[in-house]
């Protein structure tokens, strides 16, 4: 493999790829739930993988040296296999590159995917490290369902309860998402709400997190009129509830933090889905 591919594979996979495949893939999805035109959701999911690309690998340049202290053997700049100038370069490439996709979508959708920017790097400028490191994913998936409204030829900020679905889905992804790590974390002086609150008690939070998001995104499109609930969305709330139920008792067992991990990750994923399977309510 040459030089030049391999700085490539690097920097895929310092770029945090399922996280960021996954984000892109609810985008396009939101957009087109909501209805958008095949050009807007295609330029659209270009400018969030371009985004989270640029926030995911400026994460793995600013944690080179936390990594290199765990022995992080997964993480290709702090192995040495990109360089450090290579990773930084890219991620400023690929973020005004994120920027220069969304502005055919409108000064609104580039400002609000600027918002996102913001939020992603700022956390892992430094948030991440302090008591507030919940705010950025709060306020970045609570802006995430208005990417597709103001995306539109009509552009227009999501309704209320899609904003708190959104950020209930933030909360409880980065409570969850550093449950394996915490060991690590806390030898590299990361102190971010999780490690604060603890194991059982960032479960808790996130579970909470998601049952306020899952009731949001199922009253909401229906107006808060529970008869006009869909089955779709009640087969949702029961399935969210379920996984949550059953979170809550192997936390309160001593489960470790990567079984906790995946089950409120199918909770959130589940929320997600919720969320695009009312992408057509989100524009009223």
């Known amino acids: 493999m040459g030089p030049v591919l391999r700085s490539i594979v690097g920097l895929w996979r310092s770029s945090h790829p399922g996280p960021t495949l996954v984000v892109t893939t609810l985008a396009a999805a939101l957009a087109l739930a909501s209805g958008l035109e095949v050009w807007r959701i295609l330029l659209l999911a270009a ?19 936390r990594d290199r202290a765990v022995g992080r053997t997964d993480k290709p700049i702090a192995c040495g296999e990109v360089a450090l100038r290579t990773a930084w370069t890219a991620a400023v490439v690929l973020a005004l590159l994120a920027l220069g996709l969304s502005a055919p979508l409108g000064v609104e959708l580039a400002g609000a995917h600027a918002v996102v920017l913001v939020c992603g790097w700022s956390y892992n400028a430094g948030l991440k490290t302090g008591p507030l490191s919940i705010a950025p994913y709060v306020l970045a998936f609570g802006c995430f369902p208005s990417l597709a409204t103001l995306a539109a030829a ?56 998601v049952l306020l998001g899952a009731a949001s995104a199922t009253l909401g499109p229906a107006g808060g009129s529970i008869p006009e609930v869909t089955a779709i969305g009640w087969v949702v709330l029961v399935l969210v509830v379920a996984v949550v139920l059953v979170s809550l008792v192997l936390a309160r067992a001593g489960s470790s933090g990567r079984v906790l991990f995946r089950l409120v990750m199918l909770a959130a994923l589940l929320l997600a889905a919720q969320l695009v399977a009312s992408g057509h309510s989100l524009a009223t």
């Open 154 to 209: 009509d552009p227009q900020l999501a309704p209320g309860w899609a904003w708190l679905a959104g950020g209930a889905l933030g909360a409880a992804l980065h409570l969850t998402n550093v449950l394996p790590d915490l060991d690590d974390d806390a030898r590299t002086g990361v102190r971010g709400t999780p490690h604060r609150l603890g194991p059982k008690a960032s479960v808790r939070l996130a579970a909470a997190s």
């Open 47 to 65: 400018a969030v993988f371009s985004g989270q690309l640029s926030i995911g690998i400026s994460n793995d340049a600013i944690d080179a040296e």
